[in-house]
């Protein structure tokens, strides 16, 4: 063992600069924003933000940084904060799922699943049952539960992609 580590070992202390915690809580502020920015979308124009705005937003929140709490954690409590208080119109950036089925669960599991569903984009029962749709991420398990237990784990639910935003129609 190197001289002075068993010090540490046995007082239990490790001395960090007020530099390399400054360094640490930058490091973890911008991780939250970048976050926030890849999870949200502004309401008004459905477009991410950039990174630069959310860090700004967050400044005027005064939010600071919890460093025994994850970036993850904490970007979902600033996104609840920036909703809250209104600082800039963001809302989470939905998922584009696909839902299939039997064509006889079809109807029974679009009951179900409509209210859990921001849109649908397409709904069909030829060969199999199919509904394409926008959904908001915190419903994904409650989606999958349903379809699971209504179609005995016969029916399936795809993510046909993370983060629907305007930037999606623009590179189609």
Do not use: W
């Not at 502020?29 to 967050?58: G, L, Q, S, W």
């Not at 921001?118 to 989606?143: C, H, K, M, W, Y």
């Amino acid at each position: 063992m190197l001289p002075g580590h068993g010090q540490i070992l046995a007082k239990g202390d490790l001395q960090v600069s007020e530099r390399e915690r400054q360094v640490a809580t930058t490091n973890t502020f911008h991780e939250i924003a970048v976050i926030v920015a890849d999870k949200c979308i502004n309401t008004e124009t459905k477009r991410p933000y950039p990174v630069t705005m959310i860090e700004k937003a967050m400044r005027d929140l005064h939010f600071s940084v919890k460093p025994n709490q994850s970036a993850k954690q904490q970007a979902l409590e600033v996104i609840k904060q920036l909703r809250e208080k209104e600082v800039i119109p963001i809302q989470r950036a939905q998922m584009r799922v696909r839902i299939t089925a039997a064509p006889k669960d079809g109807k029974r599991i679009a009951e179900k699943l409509r209210p859990l569903m921001a849109s649908t984009e397409n709904e069909g029962f030829d060969p199999q049952f199919e509904l394409v749709g926008l959904i908001d991420p915190g419903n994904f398990r409650a989606i999958d539960e349903v379809v699971s237990a209504e179609t005995k784990g016969r029916g399936a639910v795809e993510v046909l992609s993370l983060r629907e935003s305007a930037d999606a129609d623009d590179q189609a």
